[in-house]
């Protein structure tokens, strides 16, 4: 049960739906709940709750693997709750129930792999057996991986500077690392730069285990001195929390699907850094006032909303 | 509606917050909520979760795996517009609370 000290399932989850859809671009779908006719479905694209925030990010997801000829699902939303969420907050057995859930309803999808963007869900899914399951389960950086010669032959060439961000704390996460420079160093022109304090800490940036500001101011200067135009980062929490460095250091935050998206001339926009450069929450609430109409929202609590998610 | 009651204990076993109690093969929670008597399935009609340990705002009560929404005083509407709670209807007679269960 909830306990005054921790905020409750309800208002994460709401502000995971609240937040998300004032993001989301207008032609972004995915499913919360997989239809009856649903048809079987070869990959699957897990969306993480907090990867609601930054929704340009399972959008590129989908648009390089359509560049390839994969299509995708996408299943997202707290209905698809990887239960780290109760794992953190030592609920373990509405974590076990929540993970079941989820791994069952990729099952019924008959896909031969799922995919993941949040090395929080790769840890759950693989902690609760997600091995056993009739499909390959793996983070979107091992498909991209294997599918690097399909990439290559869409590229064209990107002429940035960049510092790559990146976790190294467990093989998963040194394996999407690798991973990640496996892709950069594929793009032409694309120059990445040696930097001696870009390594974040623990499984990756996030909102309760943030990278220490003096980690992170170290990291920007450094990029600012290399003379780097971007910090590439390989996670959506990453990305969350280092974007408003460009406002203080002018070196740009991408997410790694950026950089690519770049290479294979998929057009993007980037909702959350674009709220979060606003630097202030008005500014935030009237320029996203239109959907919060939309949507009906009590100004007050999407405000609220917006602050945690947004102002982290 | 059923017109059969059941009862199912003193109104005073019921305090504030949630209780389940089992009436026949089904697990009901019975809530004490702003001071009224609710009574609701004890799974959630998404995926099955315990409704026994929903989060609960006024009259409305959340499940704790994914945070479905239901209004118990709008007979168990889910606030997303997804898939309402079943509710069923709850009276006190002498002390004692009774429920309606509804099929």
């Known amino acids: ?312 | 509606m059923a017109e059969s009651w059941i009862g199912v204990g003193p109104e005073d076993k019921f305090v504030d917050g949630l209780h389940t109690v089992a009436v026949g093969r089904r697990n009901i929670v019975v809530a004490r909520l702003k001071g009224r008597l609710f009574a609701f399935d004890a799974l959630c009609p998404h995926a099955q979760g315990p409704m026994e340990r929903s989060e609960t705002e006024g009259a409305i009560v959340s499940c704790p795996l994914h945070a479905w929404r239901f209004d118990l005083e709008a007979g168990g509407k889910e606030l997303h517009g997804y898939r309402g709670l079943q509710v069923h209807e709850v009276k006190v007679n002498d002390g004692q609370v009774f429920l309606a269960i509804a099929s």
Do not use: W
Not at chain 1, 55 to 82: M, T
Not at chain 1, 178 to 197: D, G, K, V, Y
Not at chain 1, 258 to 278: D, G, Q, V, Y
Not at chain 1, 288 to 305: M, N
């Open chain 1, 1 to 312: 049960m909830a306990s005054d000290q921790r905020p409750s399932y309800s208002s994460i989850f709401e502000t995971v739906r609240g937040v998300g859809n004032l993001l989301a671009p207008e032609d972004f779908t995915y499913y919360t709940e997989i239809p009856i006719d649903a048809p079987e479905s070869q990959l699957v694209v897990h969306l993480s709750c907090m990867a609601h925030y930054t929704p340009h990010i399972p959008v590129l997801a989908q648009k390089i693997l359509q560049k390839i000829g994969l299509d995708c699902l996408i299943l997202g939303g707290p209905e698809n709750c990887c239960g780290e969420l109760h794992k953190h907050f030592k609920d373990h057995d509405l974590e076990k129930q929540t993970v079941k859930i989820a791994m069952n309803g990729f099952r019924r999808l008959k896909p031969r792999k799922v995919v993941s963007i949040c090395p929080d869900c790769d840890g759950v899914f693989s902690a609760h057996g997600v091995g056993r399951m009739p499909y390959q389960h793996t983070n979107i950086s091992d498909l991209f991986v294997e599918y690097l010669d399909r990439l290559k032959v869409h590229m064209r060439p990107v002429n940035m500077r960049i510092v790559t961000h990146f976790h190294t704390i467990n093989a998963a996460r040194q394996r999407d690392a690798r991973n990640m420079m496996t892709i950069l160093h594929a793009i032409p022109s694309l120059q990445i730069l040696e930097a001696e304090h870009a390594l974040g800490p623990g499984i990756h940036c996030q909102t309760l285990h943030p990278m220490p500001v003096a980690d992170q101011e170290r990291m920007f200067a450094e990029a600012r001195d290399l003379g780097a135009d971007a910090v590439v980062v390989p996670y959506h929490s990453c990305y969350r929390q280092h974007c408003k460095m460009q406002l203080k250091y002018g070196v740009a935050v991408h997410h790694m699907f950026n950089i690519l998206a770049m290479s294979l001339t998929i057009p993007f926009s980037e909702p959350f850094k674009e709220m979060r450069l606003l630097d202030n929450v008005d500014a935030v609430v009237e320029a996203l006032r239109p959907r919060i109409t939309q949507h009906g929202y009590d100004e007050k609590v999407i405000r609220a909303q917006i602050t945690r998610a947004i102002f982290c």
